[in-house]
């Protein structure tokens, strides 16, 4: 007796199942009622996944402005550097002056490049 009640559980239990893959196959467990009853918690789904959706977005767009301001960055500071370097090489040459004149050596800077004279005749 207690086996056929064991088979007969067993066969309840698999057709349960059967019936189950069927009714979702078919659409039939996700009822009206169901959405009713879970509205607001699909609706709290729905939200969620458009927030992140926003989020990420905006995180991408930040990120992109970070590395162009970064570019950016990089610029200026080379800018600075080759400023700086034009700067001080003006002060050296200031003070080569300052320092010929103080000494009398009657040298001139001389703006132009030096000109090289070709004689014909060599």
Known sequence: MKKIKKKKEKKQNSGSQ????????????LSLEFFRHNAWLLMLFVVA?????????????KMEEIKKLNVELQRAESSKLQEKAAYMSLIREAEMKRLV??????????EAPPYELIV???
């Not at 996944?49 to 767009?61: A, E, N, P, V």
């Open 101 to 110: 004149e103080q000494q009398g050596l009657g040298l001139q800077y001389q």
């Open 18 to 29: 059967v019936s189950l893959m069927k009714d979702l196959r078919y659409g039939r467990t």
């Open 120 to 122: 014909k005749g060599e």
């Open 49 to 61: 996944i458009i927030s992140l959706m926003g989020l990420r977005y905006k995180t991408k767009t």
